[in-house]
């Protein structure tokens, strides 16, 4: 196979498409379509290539990526893999955010439209009239990224028996982590730029507080709300939300299922009596340099000792008034 013949090195983490895509050009998938390859990508076929199983009972050790030059140039890639792999596991951002936008710089000035009540609808145009217009512009502040990361320290001696589906797991543990900060610039962002703060009626949250954030988000759809244990814990308590369909899908999954059809989930770390009402399709936009990154060379060269995997990100509102926030 082609693939048994390339060349690993360091110059293929360097280009500005990334490992697995600088790999695919050399070693293209559609190359394999109807074999026994079919389904796996340039870097999966490397792993069969060298016969290292990074999962399931049968997993190699770490020393398997360190039988040759070649085969330790994968190294770095499966560790930002499993940390990626961790990221999504605990990730809720792809349930808040409308769109992502990766770039090559750390500069980034998103676009924005402030529609007024008017311009949220389309009005009748007779002829020869002027048709009503949409404003986009930029926003006058950049977006802002920030680097978030662990630094990955361990001997080679002290891990290269270890089985890979065991060292997956810790490295997935440093993907929640980034995670749950990532989370935490987002719910930044979203409070920050919020145009309304509406006041609850009470010292809990009732049903018509929601009936309220869901009628301001108008003409937006609240797709999403987002809750402290706390404000989770009053929502629970709605009657309206205790009806026999709503408690067996909760008791069964975990996941509340509201009277508005909307997304329930819990966020960490904020004021025990806030709601945050959003419609995922037009609210947020999160901007991202690249993906898990790895300190490669020191990888391959020093097999670990000390390694950072870092991401670069930074959320962006698009419709500022798609979010709503609750205050009780």
């Known amino acids: 196979m082609a693939f048994d013949n390339i060349k690993l090195e360091k110059g293929l983490y360097t280009t500005s498409k990334g490992f697995t895509a600088s790999l695919e050009e050399l070693d293209p998938s559609e190359n394999y379509i109807g074999t026994d390859y079919e389904g796996l990508d ?4 490397q792993l069969k290539r060298f016969d290292i199983k990074v999962s399931g009972t049968g997993s190699d050790t770490v020393s398997k990526f360190f039988k040759t030059t070649d085969s330790a140039a994968l190294f770095p890639e499966y560790i930002s893999r499993a940390v990626q792999q961790g990221l999504e596991e605990q990730d ?14 750390l500069d980034y000035r998103a676009i924005e439209s402030v529609p007024d009540e008017a311009e949220k609808e389309l009005a009748l ?9 949409t404003n986009i512009k930029t926003k006058e502040k950049l977006t802002t990224l920030k680097k978030r990361g662990r630094m990955l320290v ?19 543990q440093i993907g929640a982590y980034i995670a749950r900060t990532q989370l935490k610039d987002a719910i930044d962002v979203i409070k920050t730029s919020a145009p309304e703060e509406i006041a609850g009626t009470g ?7 929601l009936v309220k954030v869901w009628d301001a988000l108008s003409p937006y759809n609240a797709t999403t709300f987002l809750a402290s244990s706390s404000a989770l814990a009053d929502m629970l308590s709605v009657s309206e939300f205790k009806d026999s369909y709503a408690g067996q899908s909760f008791h069964g999954t975990g996941k509340m299922i509201t009277p508005f059809g909307a997304e329930v989930l819990k966020i960490s770390g ?10 995922n399709r037009a609210a947020l936009e999160k901007v991202q340099a690249g993906g898990v990154l790895t300190e490669f060379d020191k990888l391959i060269d020093r097999q670990l000792e000390r ?8 959320f962006s509102t698009i419709f500022s008034d798609a979010v709503k ?4």
């Open 154 to 172: 361990a001997s080679y001696e002290a891990i290269k028996f270890q089985k890979l589906d065991l060292f997956t797991v810790t490295l997935k």
């Open 203 to 209: 010292s809990v949250v009732n049903y018509s507080d």
């Open 125 to 133: 145009v007779a002829e020869g009239e002027i048709i009503p217009e």
């Open 270 to 279: 904020e004021a025990e009596k806030t709601v945050i009402a959003l419609d």
């Open 325 to 328: 926030i609750l205050n009780y």
């Open 307 to 314: 390694a950072a995997i870092t991401t670069i990100t930074g």
């Open 42 to 45: 340039a870097y999966q076929r």
């Open 92 to 105: 809720i951002l792809p349930k808040i955010i409308a769109t992502t936008t990766n770039i090559d710089s």
